[in-house]
């Protein structure tokens, strides 16, 4: 026999009852205007008892495919769920996405301070009450994030080596790639782990800008996500991709040896082969032009779609091996 949601979900001083919806906003600061800037949280809460699954994108203000992925999960209704509670951060860093950059105000990367401070930086700020007030919550975390500057990546879920459960679940969401990277101190990946959240990180896409293809691959996998954890209503389908995921142990970035123009001569995604060309890299007066190379055969994961490029710029991100190699 099934059983309800215990009633005790109580976030930011806000009772939520099972079957509930419930928008709730994270009021922390102020603009220089005092004007109250808000956090919307959106929670949705079933009847039936299951886990909690928190959706977040837009901790760099910029990311803002993420924050589609996460904004069509809402208005699709993929968050009202069968069992359990879903809850919903579109965007964390609202400084950001207002003013369109990676960081805080204060300079600050957010996805560098945690577990931040409740006396620290305004990011510190943010990050403390995130992790305080949010994280005790929830059981697993889906987070949203896009290349930085022009860099596009391919869509990929990023998981610590070593760990069989986040492997499971990396395999349920199926992107096109997976690569294992360890957590970094300060981030909020890693703060999640460390409080036995299982997290996976997605990434696609590229800094101020929406692509529908990453788009779809986000929603589908988030879809197979909740499937697999039998909160997905029966109102939706999902989909699952012929090809399983390509699993990257070692990956590195193919540098710009100099400045110049940048013409990009290979798709993302494509597997190459040692010394392919990948794109050249020319003067504007039409006298000097350097071919790009791949140093080593493996996948294309992120490509610069910037014009103009200086020495030393990352260009490419190419896999250098993959699982079981």
């Known amino acids: 026999m099934k059983t309800t949601i215990p009633k005790e979900l109580i976030i930011l001083g806000e009772i939520i009852l099972p079957g509930e919806s419930k928008t709730i906003n994270m009021d922390i600061a102020k603009l220089q205007t005092m004007t109250k800037l808000k956090i919307p949280i959106i929670i949705e809460r079933s009847k039936i008892e299951g886990p909690t699954v928190l959706f977040s994108a837009g901790l760099h203000g910029d990311e803002i495919n993420g924050v589609e992925i996460v904004r069509q999960l809402i208005t699709r209704k993929v968050n009202k769920p069968k069992t359990g509670t879903i809850i919903c951060i579109p965007v964390l860093n609202i400084f950001g996405f207002i003013n369109q950059s990676r960081e805080f105000p204060d300079g600050r990367d957010l996805n560098r301070v945690f577990p931040g401070s409740n006396t620290g930086s305004l990011a510190s700020i943010f990050a403390f009450h995130i992790l305080n ?134 798709k993302i995604n494509t597997l190459v082969e040692k010394g392919q060309m990948l794109g050249t890299i020319s003067d504007p007066y039409g006298k000097i032009e350097k071919n790009v190379k791949a140093p080593n055969s493996g996948y294309i994961i992120n490509v610069n779609d910037a014009a103009i490029v200086y020495q030393g710029d990352a260009l490419f991100h190419i896999s250098t091996q993959l699982e079981n190699d």
């Open 133 to 266: 007030e949010i994280i005790p919550h929830v059981d697993y975390v889906i987070d949203f994030h896009a290349g930085g500057a022009s860099r596009f990546n391919a869509p990929q879920i990023r998981i610590v080596p070593d760990d069989a459960r986040l492997r499971a679940l990396a395999d349920v969401f199926s992107a096109p790639f997976g690569l294992f990277s360890i957590n970094i101190s300060g981030s909020f990946r890693n703060s999640c782990t460390n409080l036995g959240k299982q997290i996976l990180l997605f990434e696609g896409g590229k800094s101020a800008h929406i692509d529908s293809k990453i788009t779809k691959v986000g929603i589908e996998g988030s879809k197979r996500f909740l499937e697999h954890l039998g909160m997905l209503s029966d109102k939706h389908k999902t989909t699952h991709p012929e090809d399983k995921t390509i699993y990257i142990t070692k990956s590195s970035w193919i540098r710009a040896h100099s400045s110049g123009m940048f013409h990009v001569e290979i």
